[in-house]
T-cell receptor, first 113, second 114 residues
Framework: QKEVEQDPGPLSVPEGAIVSLNCTYSNSAFQYFMWYRQYSRKGPELLMYTYSSGNKEDGRFTAQVDKSSKYISLFIRDSQPSDSATYLCAMSQSGGSNYKLTFGKGTLLTVNP | DARVTQTPRHKVTEMGQEVTMRCQPILGHNTVFWYRQTMMQGLELLAYFRNRAPLDDSGMPKDRFSAEMPDATLATLKIQPSEPRDSAVYFC????????????FGDGTRLSIL
């Protein structure tokens, strides 16, 4: 079993839909949780960064972490065609000098106009 | 915006050849990471450095891969000899070794070994 599991999709939704992306993990030592967005032929770019359990909102994006269930989610409200990309979850045990990230394989999202 | 710069963006070469990939981290960042991305395995950490010293290279095949930071503005990843299974996109990322600080990625080197 991989440390981080993520459904690869692909996921296709109409413009304006609410999108839910999820990851599960097995290592209870993970404390920092991130979502990266990767456009085709580009490097991943950080979308959301959270510590421990709880919710964090930034514009149309909401990240949720449930450490008791080892489950994290990213919600995208009012999805736009420009949100079409691969979304990668990532986790680390420490945000300090040791922040070796473990990534999910990514979910490919297409938002149709 | 400050960016991580990787060169070359694309590389096609024959099996057995030496390949060198370069990365210029964001000025002031003291941690540099090398990742490899494939469809099968996703994004995997190969090695990372802090203040130019290697901290972890356990993800790297030691017999053919080597990573160095000759100075604070340059990180290199070398493969010698290259094999077809090394074909992948190689990403460099940099960041600050402070709690809560994220990594910033370059746009990668797309490597094809024939």
């Amino acid at each position: 079993q991989k440390e981080v599991e993520q459904d690869p999709g692909p996921l296709s939704v109409p413009e304006g839909a609410i999108v839910s992306l999820n990851c599960t993990y097995s290592n209870s030592a993970f404390q920092y949780f991130m979502w990266y967005r990767q456009y085709s032929r580009k490097g991943p770019e950080l979308l959301m960064y959270t510590y421990s359990s709880g919710n964090k909102e930034d514009g149309r994006f909401t990240a949720q972490v449930d450490k008791s269930s080892k489950y994290i989610s990213l919600f995208i409200r009012d999805s736009q065609p420009s949100d079409s990309a691969t979304y990668l979850c990532a986790m680390s045990q420490s945000g300090g000098s040791n922040y070796k990230l473990t990534f999910g394989k990514g979910t490919l999202l297409t938002v149709n106009p | 915006d400050a960016r991580v710069t990787q060169t070359p963006r694309h590389k096609v070469t024959e099996m057995g050849q030496e390949v060198t990939m370069r990365c210029q981290p964001i000025l002031g960042h003291n941690t540099v990471f090398w990742y490899r991305q494939t469809m099968m395995q996703g994004l995997e950490l190969l090695a990372y450095f802090r203040n130019r010293a290697p901290l972890d290279d356990s993800g790297m095949p030691k017999d053919r891969f080597s990573a160095e930071m000759p100075d604070a503005t340059l990180a290199t990843l070398k493969i010698q000899p290259s094999e077809p299974r090394d074909s992948a996109v190689y990403f460099c990322a940099s960041g600050l070794a402070l709690r809560g600080q994220p990594q910033h990625f370059g746009d990668g080197t797309r490597l094809s070994i024939l």
